[in-house]
Nanobody, 126 residues
Framework: QVEVVESGGGLVQSGGSLTVTCTAS????????MGWFRQTPEKDREFVGS????????NYGASAKGRFTVAKDNTKSIMYLRMDNLEPDDTAIYYCALRYMSPVQTLYDAGEYDYWGQGTQVTVSS
């Protein structure tokens, strides 16, 4: 059984930083491309960033570029999302997702993913 778990969310002040993590069990972690998405009640699920199975290539959504960093450690089966210079508009539930490795680079598409976590709440106060 596959289990995907996000952690590290919380309350942070505007301009601050936060790192959330994602672990997955029941899969060969090193064979999965991974992504971060976020969602609020007012907006559709939004692509935040992604990383290829081997950790070599990353991509970011427009709102994350220059502020967020995705990293993956296959030896520890963990993925990170480091968020700097946070703004109130970054407030959302952040979800981790996994897709079996593929040469097709469509990791911005939520429909491409095989497994999802339950999400972790990030709240940025002004």
């Amino acid at each position: 059984q596959v289990e995907v778990v996000e952690s590290g969310g919380g309350l942070v002040q505007s301009g601050g930083s936060l790192t959330v993590t994602c672990t997955a069990s029941g899969v060969t972690f090193s064979r999965y491309d991974m992504g971060w998405f976020r969602q609020t009640p007012e907006k559709d699920r939004e692509f935040v960033g992604s990383i290829t199975y081997n950790g070599r290539n990353t991509n970011y959504g427009a709102s994350a570029k220059g502020r967020f960093t995705v990293a993956k450690d296959n030896t520890k089966s963990i993925m990170y999302l480091r968020m700097d210079n946070l703004e109130p508009d970054d407030t959302a539930i952040y979800y981790c997702a996994l897709r079996y490795m593929s040469p097709v680079q469509t990791l911005y598409d939520a429909g491409e993913y095989d497994y999802w976590g339950q999400g972790t709440q990030v709240t940025v106060s002004s």
